[in-house]
């Protein structure tokens, strides 16, 4: 499975950005992908996932009604939908998959368990 982040960049506190995350070699719909990401001097943090399936979603609660995942089955890709960007989101935003053995696996928070890791893609939000 390859993973290829894309959107990030420079916005002003309060703004909005889009990610989107192109997903390749994938074989079946037991399938999670979900963001991540990392500030400087942080460890990495799971910001939000996805089922492929049944678009099921689950949030940080850091950006429950801020950010939106969602999915395009047709063009293979995962998005992110950020608004209300705090200078506290600036990091760099990874996007990481895992194959699951069935189609109702239990959505996950835990880094440890996506094997599947694409770029990452910065964003950066000023004051």
């Known amino acids: 499975v390859q993973l290829q982040a894309s959107g990030g960049g420079l916005v002003l506190a309060g703004g909005s950005l889009s990610l989107s995350c192109a997903t390749s070699?994938?074989?079946?719909?037991?399938?999670?992908v979900s963001w991540f990401r990392q500030a400087p001097g942080k460890e990495r943090e799971f910001v939000s996932v996805?089922?492929?399936?049944?678009?099921?979603?689950y949030y940080a609660d850091s950006v429950k009604g801020r950010f939106t995942i969602s999915k395009n089955s047709a063009k293979n890709t995962v998005d992110l939908q950020m608004t209300s960007l705090k200078p506290e989101d600036t990091a760099l935003y990874y996007c990481?998959?895992?194959?699951?053995?069935?189609?109702?696996?239990?959505?996950?928070?835990?880094?440890?368990?996506?094997?599947?890791w694409g770029n990452g893609t910065l964003v950066t939000v000023s004051s």
């Open positions: 070699g994938r074989t079946s719909n037991k399938y999670h």
């Open positions: 990481v998959a895992r194959s699951t053995a069935s189609f109702r696996v239990t959505l996950s928070k835990e880094v440890n368990v996506y094997r599947h």
């Open positions: 996805i089922r492929w399936f049944d678009d099921d979603t």
